[in-house]
T-cell receptor, first 105, second 112 residues
Framework: KNEVEQSPQNLTAQEGEFITINCSYS?????LHWLQQHPGGGIVSLFM???GKKKHGRLIATINIQEKHSSLHITASHPRDSAVYICGFADGLTFGKGTHLIIQP | KAGVTQTPRYLIKTRGQQVTLSCSPISGHRSVSWYQQTPGQGLQFLFEYFSETQRNKGNFPGRFSGRQFSNSRSEMNVSTLELGDSALYLC???????????FGPGTRLTVL
């Protein structure tokens, strides 16, 4: 069993929809990392969080360390949000397999 | 500050050959991590170097090796290439232990 599980694996939605991507993990960690990877390969760090909630523009990330669960939300989704979203431990050793998100106009 | 750079960006090799990939971290960053990314397995950790010392190692065979130089630039080497080594190889740098990682654009390796 993977230490980090993401759901859904694939998600297609219409522009403007509220998007939620989930990340569950099986071991205790101090912080979690959310990454975004656009087609072509480049990976960008979105959030590093150890508790509560962080917001950047239309992106919101939440984490519950006790329940070993984190969510990434996208409000008013746009086609440019189409990417692979990856969660992983902050030490960089373990990542989920990613959620492929497609936002259709 | 310049971002993380990786060379080459694309590489085609044949089975049995060896390959060396290079990564230059962001100036001042002493940690460099390497990852293999494939469609089936996602992002998998290879190894991490910090101040020229390997600090962590993932579950990959000994054909995969790396090193870090005094200027923090890092190289990874894969010997006796196999078809399954075809992947995107990414490196990431960070300043400390659990700071934000900054990823390079990756090297796309194809093994024929």
């Amino acid at each position: 069993k993977n230490e980090v599980e993401q759901s859904p694996q694939n998600l297609t939605a219409q522009e403007g929809e509220f998007i939620t991507i989930n990340c569950s993990y099986s071991v205790g960690i101090s912080a979690l990392h959310w990454l975004q990877q656009h087609p072509g390969g480049g990976i960008v760090s979105l959030f590093m969080l150890s508790s509560g909630k962080k917001k950047h523009g239309r992106l919101i990330a939440t984490i519950n360390i006790q329940e070993k669960h984190s969510s990434l939300h996208i409000t008013a989704s746009h086609p440019r949000d189409s990417a692979v979203y990856i969660c992983g431990f902050a030490d960089g050793l373990t990542f989920g397999k990613g959620t492929h998100l497609i936002i259709q106009p | 500050k310049a971002g993380v750079t990786q060379t080459p960006r694309y590489l085609i090799k044949t089975r049995g050959q060896q390959v060396t990939l290079s990564c230059s971290p962001i100036s001042g960053h002493r940690s460099v991590s390497w990852y293999q990314q494939t469609p089936g397995q996602g992002l998998q950790f290879l190894f991490e170097y910090f101040s020229e010392t390997q600090r962590n190692k993932g579950n990959f065979p000994g054909r995969f090796s790396g090193r870090q130089f005094s200027n923090s630039r890092s190289e990874m080497n894969v010997s006796t290439l196999e078809l399954g080594d075809s992947a995107l190889y990414l490196c990431a740098s960070m300043a400390g232990t659990t700071d934000t990682q900054y990823f390079g654009p990756g090297t796309r390796l194809t093994v024929l």
